[in-house]
C-alpha cells in the first residue's frame, strides 16, 4: 500500500474512531509495514472491523494480501485464447489425424 492509501484507510478509520491519532510518523510507519498489502482487501477488513469492534483496528487485524498468481492458470487460459481462434476445419484435421494414429497403434 502507499502512503496515499494509508491516508485513505486512515479517513475511515478517524471517522468510526474520532480519538484515532493521525501523524506523519504514523502514517509513514504503516505504509512501511503495509507496502505489500492489497489496499481494496485491507480496506474490507478495515470496514468489517470497524463494524463489531469498540476499538480501532491494528495492522494484524486488518492486514491482507492479494493471492499469489497461478501461473498454470494462467497459461491454461493463454491456451484457451489460443485454441478459440483456431478454425473448425483444422480442429477437425487435428482430431482426425489423432483418430488415425490412436487407431494405427491400437492394432
Do not use: C
Given at each position: ?29 504503516w ?7 492489497d ?45 478459440a ?23
Amino acid at each position: 500500500m502507499t502512503k496515499a492509501e494509508v491516508l485513505e484507510l486512515f479517513k475511515l478509520i478517524k471517522s468510526i474512531y474520532p480519538n484515532f491519532e493521525v501523524t506523519q510518523e504514523k502514517i509513514d510507519m504503516w505504509a512501511d509495514v503495509m507496502k505489500g498489502m492489497d489496499f481494496d482487501r485491507v480496506m474490507a477488513r478495515a470496514k468489517e472491523h470497524v463494524t463489531t469492534n469498540k476499538f480501532p483496528p491494528t495492522i494484524a487485524e486488518i492486514s491482507a494480501y492479494a493471492p499469489e498468481k497461478n501461473e498454470h492458470l494462467e497459461k491454461f487460459e493463454r491456451w484457451k485464447r489460443e485454441a478459440a481462434q483456431v478454425p473448425e476445419s483444422k480442429k477437425r484435421e487435428f482430431y482426425e489425424a489423432v483418430k488415425k494414429l490412436v487407431e494405427d497403434k491400437s492394432k
